[in-house]
């Protein structure tokens, strides 16, 4: 796998280059320069979803012989995980929420109790490796069960498999 930047504009040179993707001159004022072959901007695209690269970021990615846009590069080669909640898959491009070791889908993310939705910075609760909303972990105290103590804040993250 090769990450390059993509973005790097080259002034036209005197002397028209030809594109890689299409063949033809490239005559713009500016050209891409990228896999150290020269392409019109409307030219280089991943070869997935056939988005043009040079709108969607400055990064392209290269594995297999194949150009792709991050997204697509992370669905085919990147790392998946579980959700702690509903155990289905949670493909690498996705963003989760984390609790100690556990990933989350973001819908999945709520009190196993009460189903409450957790906004960012509500703090939540982990007993018995389930999430638990404030009041929900206060009842659980007045119980006298051993929780782990109340305090933890929510922070959203993509998945640990990118590739940045």
Not at 70 to 86: E, H, I, M, P, V
């Amino acid at each position: 796998m090769e990450m390059m930047n993509l973005k790097s504009e080259v002034p036209n040179m005197e002397i028209p280059q030809d594109c890689a993707g299409c063949g033809k001159k490239i005559t713009d004022r500016f050209l891409l320069k990228s896999l150290e072959r020269y392409w019109h901007e409307s030219c280089l695209r991943c070869s997935c979803c056939q988005c043009c690269l040079a709108e969607v970021g400055s990064t392209l990615y290269t594995k297999a012989s194949l150009i792709l846009c991050k997204r697509d590069y992370l669905r085919l080669f990147g790392s998946t995980g579980y959700c702690a909640a509903c155990c289905k898959v949670i493909p690498s491009f996705e963003m989760v929420m984390r609790a100690r070791s556990n990933i989350y889908h973001l819908e999945c993310f709520a009190c196993q109790q009460c189903s409450h939705r957790f906004c960012i910075g509500e703090n939540f609760a982990i007993f018995n490796n389930r999430i638990l909303c404030e009041q929900d972990y206060q009842n659980l105290l007045m119980s006298n069960e051993e929780p782990i103590p109340l305090g933890y804040k929510q922070q959203s993250h993509h998945r640990q498999g990118e590739v940045s």
